[in-house]
């Protein structure tokens, strides 16, 4: 979804980014390859091809809003880290119903394990339903 293609969500916590290109081959793809990851999101594995095509389909479906989860508190402590360096995981809103723009679901992944347990992906799953609920308009 290309709404969200401009949108940076600051928490206490986290710090939602859009999903792009430059997020696959860094962390995104590399955390895909875990069994661990692949069982818990019933996902499959997939080349880095196929992940750079599944980054794109879910920027351009308009049904899909994606964010890339980064630690709040190593983005804000290291002037000039790179998001890459603070990914932690991602947050995914999917809408349902086209005609009811009210019905969807949400789910999100905190992939590094060392940040699991510490409220993070609370943190991204309430930012995602504030957002959701009040997106802003492409006239914005």
Aim: hydrophobic share 35%; glycine share 6%; charged share 25%.
């Amino acid at each position: 979804m290309r709404l969200n293609q401009n949108t940076m969500l600051l928490g206490k916590k986290v710090v939602l980014v859009p999903y792009t290109s430059e997020h696959v081959p860094s962390r995104y793809h590399e955390w895909m390859k875990s069994e661990e990851l692949q069982r818990l999101t019933a996902s499959e594995p997939l080349t880095l091809e196929q992940e750079y095509a599944m980054q794109r389909s879910w920027r351009e479906d308009a049904d899909k809003c994606t964010f890339i989860v980064l630690d709040a508190e190593k983005w804000q402590a290291q002037p000039g880290a790179t998001e890459e360096s603070c990914m932690v995981g991602d947050v995914n809103l999917f809408l349902t119903d086209l005609e009811d723009p009210t019905l969807g679901e949400i789910e999100v992944m905190i992939a590094e394990p060392s940040c699991r347990g510490k409220g993070l992906g609370t943190e991204a799953v309430l930012a995602m339903l504030s957002y959701g609920s009040d997106p802003p308009t492409d006239s914005e």
